[in-house]
T-cell receptor
Framework: SQQGEEDPQALSIQEGENATMNCSYK?????LQWYRQNSGRGLVHLIL?????REKHSGRLRVTLDTSKKSSSLLITASRAADTASYFC??????????????FGKGTLLTVNP | DGGITQSPKYLFRKEGQNVTLSCEQN?????MYWYRQDPGQGLRLIYY???????QKGDIAEGYSVSREKKESFPLTVTSAQKNPTAFYLC?????????????FGDGTRLSIL
């Protein structure tokens, strides 16, 4: 069953604008991860945020986590055409602390127009 | 370069035929995973393995089989019992010993029915 649910399903913006994607989940987590997938390729890990963290930055990426609302957001600033991809959130359950059970959402398709 | 190699990139299956997808990693990761991705969907876990000679069913294991005879290799067989095998198959690996580590993905195999 899907744990994460991304919103919006698709997002189209102009180069240089910021892109915000949201992820909601249903049960408690150990951590939440964001991945990018270019068309026809595998997933690439972007950032991991633990349940006791509220915000993390990595380059042009900013991720927030609100465990009370069971939601996370991914912000990409100053977007580039190369950011065009699908973005997935994935959650890891708290039981056992193992990271094997990643549960993915359906993703947000981001299109950055030059 | 360390990474995960999936082969072939494209695969066609005839009615009643079993086909095997290859996944090899040189990252020295303990855990390996197989996911299925359908158009517009997130990833669904088929099988995973935390150590050599051990593997567990994921959410959609019916019609699939795996083996883990070597740490580096985790082949997936799509059997004739899988009635709807057309999908994009992704293999991943991770450090099992650490709970907050990302999964690393191969570039996938696209399976179609002839």
């Amino acid at each position: 069953s899907q744990q994460g649910e991304e919103d919006p399903q698709a997002l189209s913006i102009q180069e240089g604008e910021n892109a915000t994607m949201n992820c909601s989940y249903k049960t408690s987590i150990n951590n939440l991860q964001w991945y990018r997938q270019n068309s026809g390729r595998g997933l690439v890990h972007l950032i991991l945020i633990r349940s006791n963290e509220r915000e993390k930055h990595s380059g042009r990426l900013r991720v927030t986590l609100d465990t009370s609302k069971k939601s996370s957001s991914l912000l990409i600033t100053a977007s580039r055409a190369a950011d065009t991809a699908s973005y997935f959130c994935a959650t890891v359950p708290p039981s056992g602390g193992s990271n094997y059970k990643l549960t993915f959402g359906k993703g947000t398709l981001l299109t950055v127009n030059p | 370069d360390g990474g995960i190699t999936q082969s072939p990139k494209y695969l066609f299956r005839k009615e009643g035929q079993n086909v095997t997808l290859s996944c090899e990693q040189n990252l020295n990761h303990d855990a390996m995973y197989w996911y299925r991705q359908d158009p517009g969907q997130g990833l669904r876990l088929i099988y995973y393995s935390q150590i050599v000679n051990d593997f567990q069913k994921g959410d959609i294991a019916e019609g699939y089989s795996v083996s883990r005879e070597k740490k580096e290799s985790f082949p997936l067989t799509v059997t004739s019992a899988q009635k709807n095998p057309t999908a994009f198959y992704l293999c991943a690996s991770s450090w099992q010993r650490f709970s907050n580590q990302p999964q690393h993905f191969g570039d996938g195999t696209r399976l179609s029915i002839l």
